[in-house]
């Protein structure tokens, strides 16, 4: 027998766990069926997330399928997302696996290595499943996420992996490896297991979007364990890159050649490069950091965070303190280089958690930035070319609607100066009668040949130099052949410069030249104000950074005109900053059936300027 003291010990126990069991069942009865029916419905949301995107991930593998790692199909036409790291190791080629069970053949479009990022994509389908792309500035601590790849290479039958957790982390910097290498800034920590082979698969949240890339992971004395700290690419910034990507660049990485630490006095400049863009337009040692991209500086950290994710050539506006004024200047941003690829640094010893192991580019780095497959290019300015003229024409065809005449008011400096009517072809001709508190003027493009007549004086034939600069001319470029089904034909050379902002949205770049040698660049938007994907025509230009001379135009305010989209305002601007110079309003619209035969052609009585 047991003491007395002891038997009354394990009573005081048997009791207190009979009365816990008494409680729990007490508690499961109290559960009603709706509150089980959310429960089994959260379940079901959950599951059916994972299904509506199970297709879209990638399993990588270079041509001796082997190894690899992860993706996820972002564009019906093929396009993939993955790590640079992981077709770093494939090649520039290789196999894909899907959930159908199948393999198709997978090329490379563009690499990042300073992000660690790469667009690939594969061949053999019409159409590919895809994933949306997400927002990942509204990701939280806390949030769920569900990482999906190819861990170990378990897919035999190709089918993801999937793994749960939450959000343990935002905004966290991971420094890289080599030169500019592998920095993850702003990146997402998750504690959703990322083991090798996960590289280059997509974070999901449970609305089924693509809130990240998984990258790197956190692994217990370097060996191959996880310890439940992962890290994702965000997708704020591979959004940013995706222009530069399929332009077939070598992406760089943007920098303002000059160091900012914390000081008492605020994030001071302690380390500044004399050549640089920033220097130049009088940056000093000592001046205090106040404004970056538009968003206010209170911490070196946090700049480090917003710089690290945009490319080079990125317009930025920068405002820092000199003595007791402020100034606010605009450039774009220089490029990083990269490190020699000649020689593979030694492995050390032992490498600190959470950071990533030096890696041999198989693929050359040489020459950055610059355009390496310019057939592949022209193929990718054709796509965003198409994709115009189905945000433009949905299911019109030039021959239904040949031109439009608008009735436009004109504004400077907020008041009406004058106004016009402007007959546009969707051939890309057009006729602007003008009349702006100066002698009434025409101009007008025939197809040929550009023109203008000023009230009183014969028609003037203008000549390459001159036609570029007229505040008209460019539109005819952009808001007529570029609506067709084979616009990219309409230009003698077209190239996909890659990434670029207007109107404060990001966009495509494209450098066009015409038979007679005339360059213009135009602006495409990459995504609708929801962060859907939406190519529209934000601006048309003669320079790439908008020089007053050049009567740069942006164009807004789109709507339903007989089922084309049309710009009702227009905007002359100028410079990086795009300050509103003229203002054109469309007060009335309407198609023109039957077009006449002359409608856009020069008066016969011709001269010469």
Known sequence: MFPSSRRAKLLAAWLLAVVLMLRCGTAAELISADQLAVVKATEAARIASIEKVYGSVVAIYGNDRQGGGSGVLYDPDGYALTNYHVVNAAGKDGWAGLADGKLYRWKLIGLDPGGDVAIIRLE????????????????????????????????????????????????????????????????????????????????????????????????????????????????????????????????????????????????????????????????????????????????????????????????????????????????????????????TPARPKKIPPGRQLPIKP??????????????????????????????????KRLNKVPAYRFEEDIYEGGKKTGSQTVIRGLDGRFRVEQTSGELPKTTGWDGQVYWSQQAGDKAAKLDAAKAPSGDHLGQGVALGPLAGEKAVEHFAKIELEGADRSQNRRAYRLRTEDKQGRRRYLWFSMYDAMGRPQVQLLKTSAGRDGDPADRTMTYLDYRDVEGVQIPHRRRQVQRLYEGNMKEFVVTKCEPIVELAKDAFAMPTDTKTK
């Open 362 to 395: 198989k693929m050359s780095l040489d020459k950055p930035g610059v355009v390496r497959d310019a057939k592949v290019n022209r193929r990718e300015s054709a796509r965003v070319l198409r994709d115009w003229g189905r945000f433009a024409l949905g299911e």
């Open 124 to 343: 053999g389908q019409d159409k590919f499943p895809v994933a949306a792309l997400g927002d990942s500035s509204a990701v939280r601590v806390g949030d769920w996420a569900m990482a999906m790849g190819n861990p170990f290479v378990l897919a035999e039958d190709q089918k993801p992996t999937v793994t749960l957790g939450i959000v343990s982390g935002v905004k966290r910097f991971q420094p890289g490896a080599g030169k500019n290498m592998l920095v993850y800034g702003n990146c997402i920590q998750v504690d959703s297991s990322i083991n090798p082979g996960n590289s280059g698969g997509p974070l999901f949240n449970l609305q089924s979007e693509v809130i990240g890339i998984n990258g790197r992971g956190s692994f217990k004395e370097r060996g191959r364990v996880n310890v439940g700290v992962g890290y994702a690419i965000s997708m704020e910034q591979i959004r940013t890159f995706i222009p530069e990507l399929l332009a077939t660049k070598i992406a760089q990485h943007g920098t303002l050649d000059a160091v900012f630490t914390n000081r008492i006095g605020g994030v001071i400049c302690s380390k500044i490069n004399l050549d640089s863009t920033i220097a130049r337009l009088g940056l000093e040692l000592g001046d205090r950091l106040v404004s970056f991209n538009g968003r206010k500086i209170t911490d070196a950290n946090q700049f480090t965070n917003d710089l690290s994710m945009l490319p080079a050539g990125w317009p930025v506006q920068v405002g820092f303190q000199q003595g007791q004024g402020t100034r606010h200047v605009w450039l774009r941003l220089d490029a990083l280089p990269y490190g020699s690829t000649k020689k």
